[in-house]
């Protein structure tokens, strides 16, 4: 593997660190159950021409009305994380240290420096609004012109086809760097909670400063 597995030594159980808030939980899943739903819709659309598809449920009418709802969902929660999440995904001067070490991975072994989100976090999170953005916006485009003609229609369709292509393939690497690349991290976003071991060995900065907190708030 390009990034294999990055094994953590587990401490005790029941001293875990909240990570993610319930509003941060719930965002995030709407967003993707959203999201889920737009790529089964979409991929429907793109193969409803072959002959094992016709006259199925992608061809029907329930399919678009299933599409739009998600499409409109997925723009709210969108919305939603940007204004959650803006202030912690803008780049630290750390950062340039977690990209000299390439995140830990390949060959290069050790604990880069990485706040609440890790710089790798952080471009993606930049990269995967952008294009939720772009397909949000062509999406609505389309809806209010479905099948529309001319240059601008012929663009939105493009764009709105390629950032669906280009998140598609974003969510896939997402889900492996957080499951098989670095694991006991998926659960994080169900939970909300991890180890201290964990955000010790994936997010020092953040976990340094959550230690702090705990001490000034004993006092």
């Known amino acids: 593997m390009t990034f294999g597995p990055k094994h953590v030594e587990q401490d005790d159980p029941d001293a875990p660190i909240q990570r993610f808030g319930v509003l941060e939980r ?42 739009e709802i998600a499409g409109f969902i997925f723009a709210g929660a969108t919305v939603v994380v940007v204004l959650r999440w803006f202030v912690t995904a803008l780049p630290a001067k750390y950062d340039w240290q977690w990209v000299r070490m390439l995140g830990g991975y390949l060959w290069i072994k050790g604990h880069p420096p990485a706040g609440r989100f890790n710089f790798g976090q952080k471009m993606f999170f930049w990269g995967a609004m952008a294009l ?29 086809d390629l950032a669906g292509i280009l998140l598609m393939a974003a969510a896939v690497a997402h889900l492996y760097l957080t499951t098989i690349a670095n694991p006991g991290t998926l659960s994080s976003i169900f939970t909300g909670r991890v180890t201290k071991t964990w955000a010790h060995h994936h997010h020092p900065n953040w976990a340094e400063e959550v230690d702090s907190s705990s001490v000034d708030s004993a006092h």
Request: hydrophobic share 55%.
């Open 26 to 67: 719930w965002m995030h899943l709407f967003l993707f159950g959203a999201f889920l739903a737009l790529c089964a819709t979409a991929l429907g659309f793109l193969t409803a021409k072959l002959p094992y598809a016709r006259g199925g449920f992608w061809t029907s009418h329930w399919a678009l009305e299933l599409h």
């Open 132 to 160: 939720a953005v772009v397909l949000s916006i062509t999406g609505v485009t389309m809806w209010l012109k479905p099948g529309g003609d001319g240059g601008w229609a012929t663009l939105a369709y493009t764009l709105h």
